[in-house]
């Protein structure tokens, strides 16, 4: 990281933890953890870009909601050039995502980056001088449930109906269990975890179909 101290700060809205946590009571067995904040942060209008010694560029941006637990951050615009990369990290450097490339960015547009602890999350991108990333962070989704975010995440809180793949019962689907993922699911109010399984087809072309409930809905 090049660094050594915090960039620009762009506060976003923090959110209601009581008025959060009263709401998610009133339905028993949901997950949400982290609810929608709306931003509006651009490479070039945002942060300070700076040049480096061998003549690429390096923008930084701090985004950060007082009080969160955690942030995710959702990008509606995220192309990164050839020859560029981008991070995302903690102030501290205790968690860090990326390098996200070129070969990271997906044909809609759209990005996920998620979750870094605490409320300040900071971005890091350094590109060729003769290139312009295209990066709009339109959303931050600030965690604000620490029982359901967790350290762990939750595993190992089961319900006793639940049968754990690992222990004896489970022997006979040692195979199957590798297709089981956790997966974030993001709603215009937030975020929560649910889960599934990968499925094949019978053409065998290894398309990635994801097998979920309609209760993570």
Excluded at 145 to 159: I, K, N, R, V
């Amino acid at each position: 990281f090049i660094s050594g101290k915090v960039p620009v700060i762009v506060n976003v809205a923090s959110v209601d933890r009581e008025a959060l946590l009263l709401e998610d009571s009133k339905t028993p067995g949901q997950t949400r953890f982290a609810a929608a904040v709306e931003a509006d942060i651009t490479l070039l209008k945002d942060g300070q870009v700076s040049e480096l010694p061998d003549g690429r560029k390096l923008w930084q941006c701090t985004v950060r909601s007082a009080g969160a637990l955690g942030l995710t951050l959702i990008f509606d615009r995220f192309y990164v050039p050839a020859g560029a990369r981008f991070f995302a990290y903690t102030p501290e450097k205790n968690r860090t995502w990326g390098a996200y490339t070129s070969t990271s960015c997906l044909p809609s547009g759209k990005f996920l980056i998620g979750i870094l602890p605490g409320e300040t999350a900071v971005m890091e991108c350094i590109f060729p001088a003769e290139t312009t990333p295209d990066i709009h962070l339109n959303r931050v989704d600030a965690s604000y449930d620490q029982a359901a975010m967790g350290a762990e995440f939750d595993f190992g809180e089961s319900l006793s109906c639940n049968v754990n793949v690992n222990c004896p019962s489970g022997t006979n689907w040692q195979q199957e269990k590798k297709g089981i993922a956790r997966i974030l699911m993001v709603f215009q109010s937030g975020e929560a975890w649910c889960s599934g399984t990968l499925v094949a087809n019978t053409s065998g072309s290894y398309e990635p179909y994801f097998l979920t409930a309609h209760h993570c809905q």
